[in-house]
């Protein structure tokens, strides 16, 4: 048994607290991995305020982690003490009909019980002052030291900076993926991005390196446009800057609309301004954000029945442990870019203070 800090959430809607926990070792195939870096996404914020309904406390939250595995148990095959990894909260086994279908990356292997907060054996290995502490999204990466199952790994290039390359355990390759994968942007398109943060910003370098050309960026904050614009958005602008709803105004900018739009906010009113806001025809747009539970979708039938396409994305359609080493790669060789979306960097114990960062979107 490993002790060692983790941050904590006793329970919804309160602040996460530095304790020491303990670690047990794997059983069969696990893996136990001491995190270098993680960084915050709202996912996190979104479990911690309670509204998730999968949320059981306490738990530690965290799925965008990086780091090197410690110790593997039983039969674990594909990765071994002191290689470089990131945690994957969405699992790749290969064996289920997911996995050898290749229309989706939702391997459904330990769904399960990873919605539960346990391994795939029904427990917990952390625990915390006696109590058992739950795991989160099959990664926990807000520990020092955490224990993931082994088709929940992915084995990366030992040269790559961990506290960058963890971005690539969630936001990045999450909106980079929705516009090659999901939407399959096309060269000479035009895009439409609602939401420019963390993986509104990957969307937008997703269309530019497929091509797009033109990209619209739409945000209520204007503070994100000039970063918006480096990551390769033409232009941008603020649904408050006009009485007409914003589908319209984009709808007269585009000459009929966007070929392709994304919606990366989690807001259902704006996830139906991005499919309004599309072409009639041929427009694709693609929930990428995370809508808050019990909350539904709505607009005309008409606008599906006139060509427009409405599609949904998971971790940008990548299947985990193939892509993320790729992904890596691509990184290292400067195909897309990472360091970019770093903006703050912290020791450990002042987590809470990421999120407050996160929260007023800075």
Request: net charge positive.
């Given at each position: 048994v490993i002790k060692c800090k983790a941050?904590?959430?006793w329970e919804a809607g309160k602040p996460l607290s530095i304790e020491e926990v303990e670690v047990a070792p794997p059983k069969a195939h696990e893996v136990r991995i001491k995190i270098v870096a993680t960084a915050v996404c709202h996912t996190d914020a979104y479990t911690l305020s309670g509204a998730d309904p999968e949320g059981c406390f306490p738990v530690i939250l965290g799925h965008e982690g990086a780091g090197i595995v410690e110790s593997v148990g039983e039969g674990v095959t594909k990765v071994k003490k002191g290689d470089t990894v990131i945690p994957l909260y969405i699992p790749q086994c290969g064996e289920c009909k997911f996995c050898k279908n290749p229309k989706t990356n939702l391997c459904q292997k330990i769904r399960i019980t990873q919605g539960k907060g346990v391994m795939p054996d029904g427990t917990s290995r952390f625990t915390c002052k006696g109590k058992q502490i739950y795991h989160f999204m099959g990664t926990s990466t807000f520990s020092e030291y955490t224990v993931v199952a082994d088709i929940s790994v992915a084995k990366i290039d030992p040269a790559a900076p961990l506290d960058k390359v963890c971005l690539l355990g969630c936001g990045i390759s999450t909106g980079y993926?929705?516009?090659?994968?999901?939407?399959?942007?096309?060269?000479?398109?035009?895009?439409?991005?609602?939401?420019?943060?963390?993986?509104?910003?990957?969307?937008?370098?997703?269309?530019?390196?497929?091509?797009?050309?033109?990209?619209?960026?739409i945000d209520l904050n204007k503070d994100k446009y000039a970063k918006a614009k480096e990551f390769?958005?033409?232009?941008?602008?603020?649904?408050q800057d006009s009485k007409k709803p914003i589908q319209e105004v984009l709808v007269e900018m585009t000459d009929g609309g966007v070929d392709y739009s994304f919606e990366c906010v989690g807001n259902v009113g704006v996830m139906r301004a991005a499919l309004?806001?599309?072409?009639?025809?041929?427009?694709?747009?693609?929930?990428?954000?995370v809508a808050a539970a019990g909350q539904e979708i709505s607009t005309r039938p008409f606008q599906l029945v006139t060509g427009r396409t409405w599609k949904g994305t998971a971790f940008g359609g990548w299947k985990s442990v193939d892509s993320v080493p790729k992904l890596v790669t691509e990184y290292m060789s400067k195909k897309i870019k990472v360091d970019e979306f770093v903006t703050h960097t912290l020791p450990f114990d002042k987590i809470n203070e990421a999120f407050e960062l996160m929260h007023s979107g800075k």
């Open positions: 941050a904590v959430a993926g929705a516009a090659v994968n999901t939407a399959k942007v096309e060269p000479g398109s035009t895009c439409a991005v609602f939401g420019l943060g963390g993986v509104g910003l990957a969307v937008i370098m997703g269309c530019k390196i497929a091509g797009a050309s033109r990209i619209i960026g390769g958005a033409t232009e941008c602008i603020s649904p309004e806001a599309c072409h009639k025809g041929w427009g694709v747009s693609v929930i990428v954000g």
